[in-house]
């Protein structure tokens, strides 16, 4: 049976696909979830677990966008899928990166809980991140004005991006919370004073972003040194 060459998805329907998706939901969301005593409409559970029930091979969670054309889409969502596999690493520290900049130093439990629960809904900056090939590999780089990526590459890069993170990252919340409070509280015991100058700020917040995707087994410590 032919797969009909265009599949509208509405936001809702959206949401609802990812959430079901999953074979184990992140546990941020379970907490949120119950924090607001909401329950899912039976007709939503009804929509994603028919979309599920379409995706027979499917493990994890899967972003669906809005429109989907076969013919135009596939190809190029399947490359970038594959590239960005080799990129675990990268998108973690892009990821936690922004995390530690968003909640910044005076930060609570619950702060981190409330942006961990849509840590993975930042499009703009995956999309300002472009995956390019070099000598045949994958790496991730800050989009540059003159970038020759194209529009259509660029929507199904960061869609790649977002599917990772949603996969390997979001459900690693409790550790992702964990080395942060750890990272707070040896700042406060630290009587050392702050660098103030802009690399070794970069160089101390970049050992940190490291340290926390190591945690989560998405970098390693050889990762590490071949950066120094």
Known sequence: QRLPAVVAMTPAADSAARGTASRMG???????????????????????????ALLPGALGTIRMPEEFNVEKDFAEKEKWRQAVKHLRCDVCKLTVGHTMDAIGDNFQEDDV?????KICDVANLYADHEIRFVDGSPELAKAEASSARTDHEKRWQTHAMQEMCDNIIRPADDDIKDGLMVLKRRRQKNKKPKPTDPAAIASARDA???????????CTAASKRAEL
């Open 26 to 52: 992140p546990p941020v969301a379970v907490r949120a979830a119950a924090r607001r005593s909401s329950a899912r409409p039976p007709a939503v559970a009804a929509v994603a677990a028919a979309l599920v």
């Open 208 to 218: 940190e972003v490291h340290t926390i995707c190591e945690k989560i087994r998405l």
């Open 113 to 117: 809980y409330d942006h961990l629960d």
